[in-house]
């Protein structure tokens, strides 16, 4: 019996030091184009995108030299520009979200790997810039918690440890879900959807 334990126990330890070798560890940072895609009746204004940021941590295992798993949890600010009618001063929405996500990243050519996965946002604060720069939190009965998205995009490593990438996020989920009220009617729903374009770099602290 004693014999019987002492193999589970080395047995345990070989895998655990098997699976910690095909961890790896890092963290990445992105500057983001954003924007809105509004769906619903004519808007009464223009969306148009502008720059953010995004930072995470990561986890990646390796399944074989070609195929990877990774979790990130991270942080990113989303949002638009509004310009209305009459006016040249945009108004900047920011909605800033809690991130984790999930993806398969596959090695499609010499150090180029195709990535694709799900992402669940939690949205932390919702804000707007208004044209005298005062920032306002923005209030809406309409507003999403939660958001649901699909990401897909590429990955080069420069360097054995160091990489770039180029991701594009859709949501699935509206941050806004709500109602236009028309004169004359009837009112129509509208919902609103973040999109995000990231460019940024990936640097592994911890390889096999």
């Known amino acids: 019996m004693e014999k019987i334990k002492v193999a589970l126990i080395l047995l345990f330890i ?20 954003v924007n809105y895609k509004y ?10 995108p502008r720059l953010s940021y995004n930072f995470g ?18 942080f990113a600010e989303k949002g638009a520009k509004l310009l209305y009618p009459g006016s040249n001063k945009p108004v900047s929405f920011k909605s800033g979200y809690i991130t984790s996500s999930a993806a398969i990243k596959i090695m499609t050519f010499k150090r180029l ?8 946002g939690f949205l932390i604060y919702n804000k707007k810039r208004e044209e005298d720069g005062l920032v306002y939190n923005v209030i809406d009965k309409a507003e999403k918690k939660f958001e649901f998205s699909g990401v897909i995009g ?21 941050l806004f879900d709500g109602i236009v009220a028309i004169d004359p009617g009837p009112s129509q729903p509208y919902k609103i959807y973040n999109e995000q374009l990231s460019f940024g770099g990936f640097f592994l602290f911890k390889k096999r």
């Open 14 to 33: 070989i895998n655990g030091d098997l699976i910690a070798q095909k961890l790896s560890f890092g963290y990445d940072i992105g500057l983001d184009v």
């Open 39 to 48: 769906i619903g009746p004519t808007p009464i204004a223009k969306f148009d």
């Open 57 to 74: 941590t990561d986890l990646i295992y390796s399944f074989s030299s070609r195929i990877q798993g990774q979790l990130e949890f991270g």
């Open 113 to 120: 790997f195709f990535d694709i996965g799900p992402e669940i």
């Open 154 to 174: 590429i990955e080069y490593v420069i360097w054995r440890d160091l990489s770039i990438f180029l991701k594009f996020k859709y949501s699935f989920t509206p």
